[in-house]
Structure formats: C-alpha cells, structure tokens
C-alpha cells in the first residue's frame, strides 16, 4: 500500500458504515485504475463489495451519469454489477475528503487482458451485441448515420501527432520507451496517405449510437470461457457501434497471440448479430478496416512519455508496442479479415 492511498483507505473505512450500511472487515487494494483507488471490502456480514475511490478535481457529475448508464443496462438484461446506492439513495458519496461508489463484486472473474480464443470470441460477441441493442433504446437518442471520416479522423490524427513530434523536439523526455514512441510517432506521421487510402474503403456512413465508451479488456470480466460482466462505463455518447465491437474483438494483444484472429472474429461478428440484428451488414463488414484505421490514428500511448511520465509502467510499453504491430497485422490481412466477415454475413 503507497503513503498516498494510505488516507484514502481510512476515508473508504470510515465512508461505508457511516453511509452504505457496510461494516468492513477488510479493506485491500483492487484491480489498479487509471484514474482511481480501487478497494476489495469484506463486510461483517462475508459479502464483499467493489469500492471506487475518486481522486480530487474527477467529474463526479459524469461519474454519475456513467452509472446510470451501467444501470440501463443491467435493467434490461446486459451483464453488469450492480451498484449499491447509499443510505440516502446516492450512486456516489462525497465525504471524509474523498468520493466513492459501490457495487457488487464478483468472484473467480478475471479480465480479458490475456486475450480471446475459444468460445470466448462467441461469448464476448454475443455480450456486445446484446449491450448495443439495449443501448439503441437509451433515453439520449436512438443510433444516427454520421460520416465515416468522423468515426477514423486522418486529418485530426495529423494535427495531433505534430502536436507531439513538437513537444518532443521542444522537451527533455528521456528513456528507451520514450525515444520508441517518438520514433513510432514519426512513423504514424509518415503512414497517414496510406491509412487516408485504406479508408476509402469504407461505407461513405457509419451507425453511431449510446455504446458504453471505454469497452477495453480491462474492462469485460470472463468467468472461464463466458463473460461474467462489462464494467467501468462512460457517460452517454453517441460513438459508432463498429467502432466499440473492433476495440475488443481486435485487441492488439488478441490479434498478437491468435495467428487464425480473422476466423475469431468472423466468429465474434456473427454472434454479436444474433444478438443484435439492427446493425446493418454494411456496418459490421467494416470491423477490422475501422480498427486497423482507429489504431493507425491513435497517438496513445505514444504520448504518455510527454502527457503522463509517471504513467509509463512496463505493462504500458509492452501494450505500445503491441498497438503498433497490430496496425501492422490487421493492415497486412484485412483482405482476408472482410472476406471472412462476408461468407458469415451474407
């Protein structure tokens, strides 16, 4: 346990009885998040809850509305912890110097982080199409066609790679990972005409809908070859529904370890229509030409070493590293990953 999260354990042990009704036992670190504390709370009674402690200056406003959207969907059949509001009916309680949630945990889950293979390309398919279709009814507005260009911006990626090329011409950024990125990032500048050419290819519209945001492997929890829940939500927003599904069927670390990754995500793609066959075929045949392009786009992690130092842990330059191979291995059989996606969706 750090010096720093030291207070914030004492406040989480003096917020939950006095606020949730929960007399812990136990209070230990979690899963780390990116941006908060995380806690594993065993209450008197044995039952252990998820607790999420939020940093000073966080948006707690957006932090609610992400909440609620969690809650959607779990109201209408999608898996996801419950959260337990507090004593005064609150999805987060500011108090004793710090802010919290809560919500269910859940034993024997693990991340996707070690990759898909097996049924879990069907299992995670079929869970994203199912969380699509509830959110399409979402109160903030039903899905909408938007430009593909919005969706995989070239113009936009090269204003933010220059932007860093410049902070790391005009800073002292040291270190193996940094001079890696800056590197990466001068090639991503150079590669930009051909990701413009490779999406051409793409339908002149996308759908974009309510999607849960941050749809990542740290965030779906397996149990064994099924998913047992997708956490960690966003606010509401409109995002293109391929988009979201590329982003966990392709992970770069899926696609590293998996050398037959397009029959996996044929497999994915299909199941995810089954459960949600409102998305057009048009969409779903853009899966992997959105993901090669999103990544090719991306500045992150490239940009951490100027953004966020402190961020740069050997898990992240190990994922780095990943994102940029796999660029190169969904652009090398994207061909190959379409034709697939067109013999199981028409």
């Not at 109160?139 to 410049?166: H, I, K, W």
């Not at 590293?321 to 291995?329: E, M, Q, S």
């Amino acid at each position: 346990m750090s010096a720093e999260s030291e207070p914030v354990t004492t406040a989480v042990a003096a917020i939950l009885p006095r606020c949730y009704g929960i007399v812990p036992t136990a209070v230990v670190h979690g899963p780390r998040g990116t941006a908060t504390h995380n806690y594993v709370v065993e209450g008197d009674d044995g039952r252990r809850w998820f607790v999420k402690a939020y940093p000073p200056g966080t948006d707690l406003q957006g932090e609610q509305e992400a909440l609620r959207l969690a809650e959607f969907a779990r109201s209408r059949g999608v898996r996801v912890p419950a959260v337990r509001p507090s004593a005064a009916d609150e999805l987060i309680v500011a108090a004793e110097g710090t802010a919290v949630s809560v919500s269910e945990y859940l034993d024997g889950a693990h991340t996707a982080e070690g990759g898909l293979q097996g049924r879990r390309w069907v299992a995670v398919g079929e869970a994203v199409g199912c969380l699509h279709r509830v959110l399409a009814r979402h109160p903030a507005g039903p899905p909408r066609p938007v430009p593909a260009r919005e969706v995989c911006d070239v113009e936009r990626a090269r204003q933010r790679l220059e932007r860093l090329l410049a902070q790391y011409e005009g800073g002292t950024t040291g270190g193996e990972f940094a001079t890696w990125a800056r590197r990466t990032a001068e090639q991503r500048h150079a590669a930009l005409p051909q990701v413009a050419a490779l999406l051409e290819g793409l339908p002149p519209k996308l759908t974009a809908q309510i999607v849960h945001g941050d749809l990542a492997s740290p965030n779906v929890l397996l149990r064994g070859q099924e998913v047992a829940a997708l956490i960690d939500f966003r606010p509401p927003r409109h995002r293109s529904a391929v988009w979201e599904l590329g982003r966990i069927v392709l992970d770069p670390r899926t696609v590293l370890a998996n050398p037959d990754w397009p029959a996996g995500l044929g497999e994915a793609v299909a199941a995810y229509r089954e459960e949600n066959p409102g998305l057009a075929v048009e969409d779903l045949l853009a899966v992997p030409r959105v993901a090669a392009g999103y990544l090719a786009c991306s500045v992150y992690p490239l940009s951490e070493p100027v953004d966020s130092p402190a961020a740069v842990t050997p898990e992240l330059e190990a994922y780095g590293r990943a994102r940029h191979v796999a660029v190169g291995l969904l652009t090398e059989r994207l061909d190959e990953a379409e034709e697939v996606l067109r013999d199981r969706l028409t």
